[in-house]
């Protein structure tokens, strides 16, 4: 989720208002351009000036280092950052009365973000593989410690959120739990490392590997998995029978943002049913409004009703975050030397 897209240090039209969006690069920015960005400027005559540059936590850390003044007025991140920055008081606390569309939200997800996010979508952890090469849909967390995929496993590293919430799936799927109980996912990833070629951050690249057909199974967010299949590209994913964990991807505004009326209405628009519908279709995503009219095909991969929440963990995100310099240390010590 080519199209033409403003970026930061160029100008729109002379006069016109102008928004700052900070998001992604590569299909993400293309499919937001057609979905939300061109319909929100026509429809409030804003220029959106498109800064696809960071990750989640490297666009936090520049809200961070700037005290709230980044350049851009709107951030595309997750609950995790959300939840940071407004503890940090860097992000601008969401009224209802400027987004009313928050107010469509899942409870419980909206909650998972806290009172600086809006989320604009959900995806979750999958597993993803190739249908060309495994005989049978691998239908739990435990089909990564199968012998038979000894070499065909890439793996993401500690600063991939992905690998976090792939740890935390281990440890339910083997008798622990998601934050106190940890020990079960840090044995079990030890033995799915020692299947594993190596580690990737970019989720492009850990893309690559499936594509290529140098791994057959791997974890990977079902949204950017049903944009390969829908490709054509051998693969298929599913969610595991224990469960999986969502990733929470949130629309946020730092404290020191220059536009911060344009900001309320571009999130509250990106919120709008008819928007959300349009970017769930377009992105493969699910959303946080179970009112949205969504094709029968990819609701029943998503997360679009209270139904489907029912499936999803949702960990402590607050708790977690406190866990993760320990993690993300025993991680580099105990799983990564297992990789081939």
């Not at 008819?274 to 998503?302: C, F, H, M, N």
Request: hydrophobic share 45%.
């Amino acid at each position: 989720m080519i199209f033409s897209v403003a970026f930061a240090g160029q100008s729109g039209l002379a006069g016109a208002e102008t928004l700052v969006l900070n998001s992604y690069g590569g299909p993400y920015e293309a499919i937001i351009h057609e979905r939300i960005i061109k319909p929100f400027e026509d429809r409030y005559g804003i220029d959106v000036v498109y800064d696809a540059v960071g990750s989640a936590q490297q666009d936090y850390a520049k809200i961070k280092a700037t005290r709230g003044r980044p350049g851009f007025d709107v951030a595309v991140m997750t609950a995790s950052q959300s939840l940071q920055g407004c503890e940090d008081g860097l992000l601008e606390k969401l009224d209802a009365a400027l987004v009313p569309n928050l107010g469509k939200l899942a409870p419980s997800l909206s909650q998972s973000a806290g009172p600086c996010g809006a989320v604009h979508e959900v995806q979750y952890l999958s597993l993803l593989y190739r249908t060309d090469t495994l005989k049978a849909a691998p239908d739990s967390w435990s089909a990564l410690l199968d012998p038979a995929l000894d070499g065909k496993i890439i793996l993401p590293t500690f600063q991939n959120i992905m690998a976090v919430y792939l740890l935390e799936m281990m440890s339910v799927s083997n008798g622990g739990d998601l934050l106190d109980n940890i020990e079960p996912g840090f044995a079990a990833m030890q033995r799915v490392s020692a299947h594993a070629i190596g580690f990737e951050q970019s989720s492009a690249i850990l893309e690559s590997y499936m594509r290529e057909g140098t791994v057959w199974v791997m974890p990977f967010w079902n949204g950017r998995a049903q944009l390969m299949v829908d490709e054509g590209v051998p693969v298929d994913y599913v969610r595991p029978k224990e469960g999986t964990i969502p990733l929470i991807a949130t629309l946020n505004v730092p404290v020191g943002a220059e536009n911060k009326p344009a900001a309320m209405k571009f999130i509250d628009f990106f919120l709008e049913k008819t928007s959300q519908e349009a970017w769930v279709a377009g992105y493969k995503v699910g959303s946080a409004r179970s009112d949205i009219d969504v094709p029968e095909a990819l609701r029943s991969r998503q997360i679009t009703t209270e139904a489907d929440l029912e499936t999803l963990h949702l960990p402590d995100l607050a708790r977690l975050t406190s866990k993760l310099p320990e993690w993300a240390e025993r991680w580099e010590r105990d799983i990564v030397p297992q990789a081939r």
